[in-house]
């Protein structure tokens, strides 16, 4: 099959940056507003008053967070609100230590998925661990995926409506 | 088996390079010339082209496969964009297969491109865009989370150290090194090497991952009157499956690609296939990070839950064991252009089957392959099974 | 409970802020390198598909119409003169803010071209199709290897 691999022409990055190709850069800047829709913007001004909720389908019985108002599974209109706990479980997580464009963190992020106590099980939201340390060692002492975890929220008059209201989740146990 | 019998008759890529000096189009035209020329045929013997790509912004360029279509042969042809993210590479092929089977066309030229590295300041960049823009991007996501948040969750359900898992990324960059297009093979690499490196996102290190690449990959499809005049080694697409899972991944069970079984099971029904692990000679299930690898092995039903480590600890997938696991070098060895990487295992697979890997090839003239890919935000599995 | 609910309050309704921030940073490709290359020496190059009898500009190194290869001895010069094919006056920019002066692009068939190429026409007036046209190049040692070291096409 090597007579099939065409031999294509591989740059180095120095070839970019000392000018010995011809380049052309073109930044996108696109700028947005997205609706926040009538779930989650419920969910949005709920953060701002301090509360989880969630979305019940009558159908197959869910309690669903993020909230939505259709239930993707039995494909009808959910039901009803429901208040749910700003407490919950680490599903998992791990310990981030670069940026997104790939530069050092000095003080790693510890993103987690956590079930939110009051909806169903294994209903999670993406969210960041906090008051655990500051370097990786550390971090990793403690944290463990079954962990309780709580909300911790920004001061009332802060909140704007985000998902940054809460600040992140601390341990509720040593 | 659904349809006409639909056979891959031609392959050709470019070499996996970390930045090509050639556009996308040039790519793309590299890897679909050597496809034809692979099997002796001309562009005016195509009826129909099927392109993928990954998301626009890698490239740069909106309507990226428009852009592309000069290069992919699509001038003056019926031509169509396939994208599911990551499966796309194998979706590609499946789309052929559809063509055909269907009896709409005699002849697809497949072409699948990325050129990830015009995308600055990091193709990684974007990938922030695949997530939620209310609810996670305030949060400063990057694309390693998710990785590492499927993997520690698949560590440890299954109680398996970083060790087991570093062992899939040695035997892919090992296999690389005998493949003419990789970037990152390399013959004597160790467990060590792997655990050594650098920390991205715990459980991920730097060597856990696959590269940034630049490529294109190209097969060519043809109904079963065309493929047996254009060549006496056809080898015959026996199945196809794909399904996707739901997009709040923040409520699946993030241990086990549901969505990887569902695929393959429709995949295995139409190959008439009751015994995978003995039926399936040849795998090479999508390897972006050495853990998924594993992770698809027990989605495609090949190894027990938790126990794909095992297949790969005691040399069984190694490539003369008794099921070879990513001969190519996959992902991790060969290189990493999203929707190319996947249709690269497809044309391994072929060339496999044919016995025209060269130093890769399997030994025992296999008879049956499967590739897998697997992408969107982690929830679409898709898979074809070839046979000779 | 119906699909959608009522909003109560205008503040109900909201919209969250964004961005997509990121930068293409493209090379020229195999072709275009050397296609860049040529406008700095000052020439324009296209190169012709003997089979399909279609020459291309800017230059390419295959022909999409049979996906043969165009190989050294496809290059050729065309131009610099040639024939407005069609033009327009910009007067809205991007932003939609007004174009003062406005800008004028023309579709230019150079002499031994098949395609055509989009470009700045430069010089006050009315223009019309297939007037002659010439090309105007930036003074060499401004040229870079861009498409900007043409500066466009005047009336001859």
Known sequence: MERWVYPTTGLRAEDLEQGRVCLVRTPMRGEYAWDAGVAVGRFLAELKAGRLIGRRCRACGRVMVPPRMFCEQCFRPTDEWVPLADTGTVITLSVCTISWDMRRLEVPEVPAVIAIDGASPGMGIMHKLGEIGRTLEEILDRVRIGMRVQAVWKPAGEREGAITDILYFRPLEQ | ?388 | ?156
């Open chain 3, 1 to 156: 409970m119906p699909l959608i609910e009522r909003i109560q309050h205008l503040n109900e309704a909201r919209a969250w802020r964004g961005a997509i921030r990121l930068e293409g940073v493209y090379t020229a490709g195999v072709a275009g390198e050397r296609w860049l290359r040529g406008l700095q020496e000052g020439k324009i190059y296209g190169t012709r598909c003997p089979r399909c009898r279609y020459t291309y500009v800017p230059a390419r190194r295959f022909c999409e119409r049979c996906l043969g290869e165009l190989s050294e001895d496809a290059w050729i010069e065309v131009g610099p003169q040639g024939t407005l094919i069609s033009w327009t006056r910009v007067h809205v920019a991007p932003d939609g803010a007004p174009l003062v002066p406005p800008r004028t692009i023309g579709l230019i068939r150079l002499d031994g071209a098949d395609a055509v190429l989009v470009h700045e026409l430069i010089g006050d007036g009315e223009w019309a199709s297939g007037m002659r046209v010439e090309a105007v190049f930036r003074p060499p040692a401004e040229r870079v290897g861009s498409i900007r070291d043409l500066l466009g096409f005047r009336r001859l």
């Open chain 2, 1 to 388: 088996m659904a349809g006409r019998r639909v056979a891959i008759v031609g392959a050709g890529m470019t070499k996996f390079v970390r930045r090509a000096l050639e556009t996308g189009q040039e790519l793309a035209w590299e890897a679909a010339s050597k496809a034809l020329e692979s099997c002796e045929m001309t562009l005016d013997q195509i009826d129909a082209v099927v392109l993928g790509s990954a998301p626009d912004a890698f490239d740069g360029v909106h309507m990226k496969v428009e852009y592309l279509s000069p290069g992919a042969g699509a001038w003056g042809k019926p031509t169509i964009r396939g994208y599911v993210g990551g499966g796309t590479g194998v979706f590609a092929a499946i789309q052929g297969w559809y063509h055909i089977a269907s009896g709409m066309f005699d002849t697809v030229l497949v072409v699948c491109e990325e050129k990830m590295s015009s995308c600055h300041p990091h193709p990684q960049a974007a990938f922030n865009y695949i997530f939620d823009h209310t609810l996670e991007r305030p949060l400063g996501p990057n694309l390693l989370w998710i990785f590492a948040l499927e993997m520690n969750a698949y560590m440890t359900k299954y109680g398996l150290t970083k060790r087991d898992i570093a062992m899939v990324a040695v035997k892919n960059k090992r296999n690389a090194a005998d493949h003419p297009a990789a970037l990152l093979g390399d013959p004597n690499i160790t467990v060590e090497d792997i655990l050594q490196s650098e920390v991205l996102a715990w459980p991920v290190q730097r060597l856990d991952v696959s590269p940034v690449t630049d490529g294109a990959v190209a097969i060519v499809m043809a109904a079963e009157h065309v493929a047996r005049r254009v060549t006496n080694k056809p080898v015959w697409v026996e199945g196809v499956g794909w399904s996707l899972d739901t997009q709040y991944w923040t409520n699946r069970d993030l241990s086990y690609p549901t969505y990887v079984e569902e695929a393959a099971r429709k995949a295995y029904a139409m190959a008439g296939i009751k015994e995978p692990r003995k039926e399936i000679h040849i795998v090479e299930p999508y390897d972006p990070f050495d853990y998924k690898e594993l992770h698809h092995l027990e989605g495609l039903l090949l190894a027990d839950r938790g126990k794909a480590a095992e297949l790969i600890a005691l040399g069984i997938a190694n490539r003369d064991g008794d099921m070879p696991v990513t001969p190519s070098g996959g992902l991790l060895g060969v290189g990493n252009p999203i929707a190319a990487a996947g249709l690269m295992k497809v044309a391994e697979i072929f060339w496999q089957l044919r016995g025209e890997a060269g130093k890769r090839q399997v030994p025992g003239q296999p008879r049956r392959g499967l590739a897998q890919a697997w992408g969107d935000l982690m929830q679409v599995g898709t898979v074809i099974i070839l046979g000779i």
